[in-house]
């Protein structure tokens, strides 16, 4: 269910890195919490994020939560796909519904997050 | 007493389901220390026919049967019948704000009107259910502003509404948010272009306008649109006076409209309450602060309205809302929207120019102190304001507001106000105190 | 069985807009005693607008019969008990709508003469002293239109006092149970909130205060009695702590129903707080507005209140603008005039005894509940409450049903919800608040409805999953009104 190549942050997120470019989602534990999702709000390419700050949110009826990036570096690419169709993020958080690129600044970050096993871990102990 | 429906019986019963001797024991957990051992110092209850009295002799201490030209950001207008008699259902006045859309459908279905009356009214593409007031939605209007661009400058025209103005001021000081003015042509009362372009720069987010402005004068929306946008501010407009909207050309090259819609049949009231209104262009919708009401379905498919965009508000965003508002102004806002439905499309506009024709009528009489044209209400070049209105409260008559307590500069001129309940017989008696000898002797 | 309501026909009724057609008006105004004028030469050719598009054209029996048929799909206090937490739906006394619109008050000009202005001012001197008898402060402003923007005033007089005395300071502390105005509000004033957390009992966790009351704290922002209806019993100690740090106590004034009379914020430790006149004070609700949010402050705060402020000279009412320290107008004018005409006659009509009395009945109403309902529903703090209680949904969430479904099937037995979710810090709430205003009968009828949902939970969980079922639309779709937003009507 969750993709070993992903890593994983405490809060829900995801990324998976190719070629120095890291791509963001949110994990289908989180898109189950918010239930139907009805906006997305991402940033603008070429803003810079850092590490555990604010990129995003995410709202559903009853509540938002905000996106909090995995890793540090520069908005590459944004889903043109979730401005018209939010629902895809509960369809397929860790695939079509990915939510930003980013060109990585600092790759050093990327042993300090979960593996899928200890993101599994860390839920379960969670619920 | 009248309004609490038990007997002492019933009490008694209650008390004992709760397991109670008495109802002081009720708060026998409460600290000894915050306890209020002594009754309120304040005169007991009184009967309804009292309470009428009451207030029939305050009312009494109040100007009544006065004939007034005072506007200035609130304006007399007839008041159609059936705005009381539709609010004062039980259904709509006792009512709670429609967050349970299955049995509030009365008034999100009129909320919803609402929006659409004032979209349609300002040229607008979505508007919010309104805000407190006029005063209260320009600062609103101004953190949306720096909510969209990131900027953090607003530059506000003189000839807004003075206390509009410091209401701004007021909000804008904590959100880190420098306010400037930018002023107006001396003869003419618009806007000084040049004065705007030497101003604004790459951090203003706002430039605030009002049209008819503070003077009554048509001001030059246009021109400060262009300018704004050049310089990549948005411009927000702001309207005091509603009735000028159903003949004046709306403010089309807004990117937000902040108004005050008292105008539509809502009392003058001593300043309260009144209803505020935020417009905007479709892709500012979710930094519109206040409630919003959406059209969706039931689960049967039939057509239904309900609050949305609710992830905006206080009572989930918390710290991070769009504003801290929670009231919007409901009864208020459908004192108006009875208003635009009794008047309507038509009715409107035949409003409007009645109110054109009695200012209009007024100005050939006095000496208006602008060139620039004007909708009900105008500046008047009177010389000493204060004597001027003395002499006419004689006759019972309440004159223009002296606006030198708002700007030096016309400390010998007054805001004068004409709209459909001005009678010709008043005006000509003002004209003609105006021009009688002790009042020439004044002016002198 | 359900015995308060049963279904009947309710009219019909399209948007204003599909009911209009051209030629239909519901106005006449009187003919001009004045030329007439052109419009283009009296406001200039490019000034003139078209007609409003779309703008409604209908007669006089059709706008009537409109909005008729709309208010009859509402539910409202005429037409029973809200046991909505926190709101206070109490009785809207019908004197109030006569008075407000008396023409000497209706129709005074915020602008006329002071000369001419005295009765105004002589009613708000009046409430302004009646509640500043109520709740032991020493000033009031009636400014603020609404609670929240009387929280966002109060707060500012803090800034603004910390401010004179040499630093604004940063944070403002806010408990984790309190009503999302206040943490919204901070923020605007320019504060950072941080969250103090509750005692397991569900009040405020002293130990807690103090670690985080520091000289970089400018107020803790509480409710008392706080949201969960419970009395903050260390409100005395509370307040010592933070003036001991040069900190402030500011108290939203929400619950102040469970308190009149019987204990005075200014009495143990509050130097400022704010009123919902629309909620202890009985203005209407109208459907969500209009409010009033009085501000009360101990005397170091008076200098720095909204300003005009009134004054007596020479024997007369007057507007004092003249007033350095004051954190300036947070509205145009002087307050919502209209709804503090309501407010004032509330209090003439109770008098100190009956408004300590209203008190008296809003708790025990309150209190009758609990006993009764503790028996079928969860009740996560066990101290004493005051006008409100608050279950939580535990049991039936078991089987499956949350408080929202429980809510929205007390609706087919004839009441309005109570407070769903709320407050955060108990899972799955269910908030009750009777107020004064109701008797025996109607108390007793939503204890059995409550009782009767308790028991559908376990014989018919879908019944109530699905409700309501007798209202004119059932559940609405808000996920899509979301998505899609639709804020206006278009033509097709």
């Known amino acids: 269910m969750y993709p070993e190549n992903f890593r994983y942050t405490k809060e829900h997120e995801w990324v998976l890195v190719e070629g120095g470019i890291g791509t963001i989602g949110i994990t289908d534990h989180a898109q189950q919490e918010l239930g139907d999702i009805v906006y997305v709000d991402l940033p603008k390419p070429g803003t810079r994020v850092e590490q555990g700050r604010s990129l995003g949110s995410v709202e559903s009826v009853k509540a938002v939560s905000d996106i909090y990036s995995p890793v540090s570096g520069e908005v590459a690419e944004i889903n043109p796909v979730l401005a018209d169709a939010p629902e895809k993020l509960n369809e397929d958080p860790h695939g079509a519904a990915w939510l930003v690129k980013i060109r990585l600044s600092a790759p050093g970050e990327l042993p300090e997050l979960m593996t899928a096993a200890d993101y599994q871990t860390y839920i379960g102990a969670e619920k | ?444 | ?492």
């Open chain 2, 1 to 444: 007493m009248r309004y609490l429906p038990k007997s002492d019986s019933e009490r008694r019963q209650m008390l004992d389901t709760c397991g109670v001797a008495s109802a002081e024991d009720l708060f026998a957990h409460l600290p000894e220390a915050v306890r209020l051992r002594r009754p309120l110092d304040l005169a007991p209850g009184i009967s309804e026919y009292e309470i009428v009295d009451y207030f029939r002799a305050r009312a009494a201490e109040n100007a009544n049967g006065y004939a007034s030209f005072l506007g200035a950001g609130v304006y007399r207008h007839y008041r159609p019948v059936l705005v009381d008699a539709v609010v004062s259902r039980g259904e709509f006045l006792t009512s709670y704000t429609p967050y349970q859309a299955e049995i509030s459908q009365g008034t999100l279905t009129t909320i919803f009107e609402f929006q659409t009356m004032i979209c349609q009214l300002t040229g607008m593409d979505v508007a919010n259910a309104s805000m407190y007031d006029g005063s209260t939605a320009v600062p609103e209007a101004a953190m949306m502003a720096a909510r969209i661009t990131g900027r953090h400058r607003a530059l506000a025209a003189r000839s807004v509404h003075p206390e509009y103005r410091e209401v701004l001021r007021t909000y804008a000081l904590h959100q880190g948010m420098p306010v400037e003015e930018f002023g107006y042509v001396k003869d003419s009362g618009v806007i000084d272009l040049e004065d705007l372009e030497r101003r604004i720069d790459d951090q203003t987010a706002a430039v605030i306008v009002q049209s008819p402005n503070f003077f009554g004068v048509i001001d030059d929306v246009k021109a400060a649109a262009e300018i704004a946008h050049r310089r990549g501010a948005l411009l927000v407009v702001v309207f005091t006076e509603a009735v000028s909207l159903g003949i004046l050309e709306p403010p089309a090259d807004a990117d937000i409209v902040a108004g005050e819609l008292q105008s539509f049949a809502i009392s003058p009231s001593y300043g309260g309450p009144y209803a505020g209104i935020i417009a905007t262009r479709e892709k500012f919708v979710r930094q519109m602060p206040g409630r919003l009401v959406g059209q969706t379905v039931d689960t049967h498919g039939n057509r239904a309205f309900c609050l949305t965009l609710s992830t905006r508000e206080q009572h989930i965003r918390r710290e991070k809302a769009t504003s801290n508002i929670c009231t919007n102004q409901a009864l208020i806002a459908l004192m108006a929207t009875v208003f635009m439905t009794v008047y309507g499309k038509v009715g409107l506009r035949e409003l409007a120019l009645q109110n054109t024709a009695k200012a209009h009528y007024l100005a050939g009489k006095l000496k208006p102190a602008f060139t620039g044209k004007f909708f009900n209400e105008f500046v008047a070049r009177v010389g000493n304001p204060e004597a001027v209105n003395k002499t006419l409260l004689k006759k019972k008559i309440i004159g223009g507001l002296p606006l030198g307590r708002f700007y030096p500069e016309l400390a010998d001129s007054m805001l004068v106000c004409a709209t459909e309940m001005t009678r010709r017989a008043e005006m000509d008696e003002l004209s003609d105190a105006l021009r009688a000898p002790a009042v020439e002797e004044v002016l002198a």
């Open chain 3, 1 to 492: 069985m359900i015995k308060k309501v049963r279904s009947h026909p309710s009219q019909n009724e399209a948007l204003l807009f599909e009911r209009s057609s051209p030629g239909n008006g519901a106005w006449q105004l009187p003919e001009l005693d004045v030329p007439a004028v052109d419009a283009s030469v009296a406001l200039g050719a490019g000034n003139v607008r078209a007609e409003i598009p779309g703008f409604p054209e209908v007669s006089e029996v059709e706008a009537i019969r409109h909005f008729t048929r709309l208010s009859t799909w509402n539910y409202a206090i005429d037409h029973g008990m809200y046991p909505l937490g926190s709101c206070t739906m109490k009785y809207n006394p019908r004197i109030n709508e006569l008075v407000a619109r008396i023409e000497g008050l209706a129709w005074a000009h915020p602008y006329q003469p002071e000369a001419l202005a005295q009765g105004a001012m002589e009613v708000m001197a009046r409430l302004e002293a009646a509640l500043a008898e109520i709740t032991g402060m020493d000033a009031v402003t009636l400014q603020p239109s609404a609670g929240a923007q009387g929280e966002l005033t109060g707060i500012l007089l803090i800034r603004a006092l910390l401010e004179k005395r040499g630093n604004p300071r940063r944070k403002i502390l806010i408990p984790d149970s309190a009503h999302g105005t206040n943490p919204a509000t901070a923020a605007i004033a320019g504060y950072v909130v941080e969250n103090v957390k509750s005692t397991d009992t569900g009040v405020l966790d002293l130990a807690a205060l103090a670690r985080a009351a520091d000289g970089d704290v400018a107020a803790l922002m509480v409710t008392n009695p706080n949201t969960l209806g419970v009395f903050e019993e260390n409100i005395v100690q509370a307040a010592e702590i933070l003036h001991a740090k040069g900190a402030m106590l500011y108290m939203d004034g929400a619950n102040m129903n469970a308190l009149v009379g019987i204990a005075r914020p200014g009495d143990f430790g509050v130097d400022v707080m704010h009123l919902n006149l629309h909620k202890t004070f009985s203005t209407p609700h109208g459907g969500g507005g209009p409010g009033a949010g009085p501000v009360a402050v101990k005397k170091a705060l008076e200098p720095f209140l909204p300003t005009p402020r009134l004054k007596r000279v020479r024997g007369k009412w007057a507007w004092d603008f003249k007033r350095k320290r004051s954190i300036g107008r947070v509205r145009a004018f002087y307050g919502n005039f209209g709804v503090l005409v309501r407010a004032l006659a509330y209090i003439l009509a109770h008098g100190g005894p009956g408004l300590r009395n209203a008190t008296v009945d809003a708790v025990l109403n309150a209190v009758y509940i609990r006993k009764q309902l503790e028996p079928y529903f969860d009740l996560p703090y066990t101290s004493p409450n005051m006008h409100e209680v608050v279950f939580s949904d535990e049991r039936q969430a078991k089987l499956g049903v949350r408080t929202g479904d429980l809510a929205k099937r007390l609706i087919d037995y004839g009441f309005h919800p109570y407070t769903v979710s709320f407050p955060m810090i108990v899972h799955g709430a269910l908030m009750i608040e009777p107020t004064e205003t109701e008797g025996k009968l109607e108390l007793d009828q939503f204890i059995d409805a409550m009782i009767s949902i308790a028991k559908e939970v376990e014989t018919d969980p879908e019944l109530v999953k699905q409700a309501p079922h007798s209202t004119r639309t059932s559940r609405v779709d808000e996920v899509a009104a979301a998505r899609k937003p639709v804020l206006r009507w278009k033509p097709a």
